[in-house]
């Protein structure tokens, strides 16, 4: 499964892409998130509000029930602030 | 039309060039958002615009086919830039072009909250205390939200503050 | 600033003056009349906007002015054309630069409509049937009217239809 | 007092500018109506819905009992148009 972070999920984290593999009881948006957390001090920091949190799924937005596969593109970031 | 990039664009080239030909076009509204020197009153020296490429620009497709299917209009153009642009410089073009005015302004004033609270874009401030990203605002929210629920996702109300825009 | 004339403006000259220096807007909304080449279904090959000089620039001056206070407003433009005019042809240009967008397009929007119904321009038409002056629009003293009432004494309802704008 | 007749009132009347004097009895924009009215049949016919007219003296919009005199500039036309 490829992350992509954006904004200060990336700063945070310290990670603008990764190939993960989570284990396989990670079947959705909510779960995956879950286990991130778990993944040291810098993500538990990134991802302790997950209210601030935005969620994408093969560059379409998602919630927390979506479900997440090994081949999906999910991208992690805060809500936009464009135009 | 849709475009996203680094470099600035001449505005009355792609205005212009947004009814050329078309004489059915009575009206052409455009929105310009420029870099500002001060938010929540401290000074900005420059800000970094992020997004996320292939996101942003099939966000800023649906946003423009959503305008198209709700107003009956000619033509659309929202150009966005990302990279690092000081005060005063471009970052946004949107234009809507209508036989009347009232939809070209009301697509107009859609687009742009569209984009505001949809399309994948972030900005880091230069302010004199550190790099700051700017927190989503709840007044971008509420302009969004008057136009409706999009059929895709859309991102919700949980920001941050009703500061300036 | 307002600018009554026969030649053609241009759009991106114009847009970049109105912010050109001052890093406080953060948002420049535009609105461009261009002359259609149908009318209530009718095919127009070219219009004449008479005028009323002095009259003109006075009532625009005075439009302006109430924008400017009823918006934070860092600068407004009006640019009216008169004489002949033919299909694709610019014929207005309203522009309000704010530190925010919502003002902006208020400010625009509002401008437009009083334009409209305010300043004393005069369209005659050229049409395979004749020349015919335009009448007023029923639905732009609507769209005036929700801006509510002017201090000077307004043009009022008495219009003919409420066709196309 | 100077008259302006602008768009199809011009084209009525036939006439784009005039210097007029009306009898002394003419004091408001509704009595000068009234009396271009008689001045013949161009003028009748320009002038035979009032309710179709619009009236400035001296460029600002006027109603039918606003005060007219010898000095002022006084312009006839329809509705406005532009935009």
């Known amino acids: ?83 | 039309m849709i475009r996203v990039q680094r470099e600035d664009f001449d505005v009355g080239a792609e205005i212009a060039a947004l009814s050329a030909g078309n004489h059915a076009v009575g009206g052409v509204a455009v929105f310009i958002g420029l870099v500002r020197d001060m938010a929540d009153e401290e000074a900005i020296g420059a800000m970094t615009l992020e997004h996320y490429p292939g996101m942003t620009e099939a966000m800023l497709e649906r946003i423009e086919a959503e305008a198209t299917d709700r107003w009956p209009l000619k033509a659309t153009l929202i150009i966005h830039r990302f990279g690092r642009l000081e005060p005063g410089e471009r970052i946004v073009l949107v234009a809507t072009a209508s036989a009347h005015r009232q939809a070209a302004f009301e697509a107009c004033e859609f687009l742009v909250d569209w984009l505001k609270t949809k399309a994948p874009f972030w900005k880091l401030e230069e302010k004199s205390s550190g790099a700051e990203w700017v927190t989503a605002k709840a007044s971008d929210d509420k302009a969004a939200a008057r136009w409706g629920t999009p059929d895709s996702a859309p991102q919700d109300s949980t920001t941050d503050s009703d500061a300036a825009e």
């Open chain 1, 1 to 83: 499964m490829k992350l992509l972070y954006f904004a200060w999920l990336k700063t945070r984290t310290g990670v603008a892409e990764e190939d993960v593999t989570p284990p396989p009881e990670v079947a959705t948006v909510a779960e995956l998130l879950a286990w991130l957390q778990t993944r040291g001090p810098g993500y538990a920091e990134a991802l302790a509000d997950l209210s601030a949190l935005r969620v994408a799924v093969n560059q379409e937005y998602a919630v927390p029930s979506d479900p997440v596969g090994p081949s999906d593109e999910v991208a992690l970031f805060p809500p936009v602030t464009g135009g």
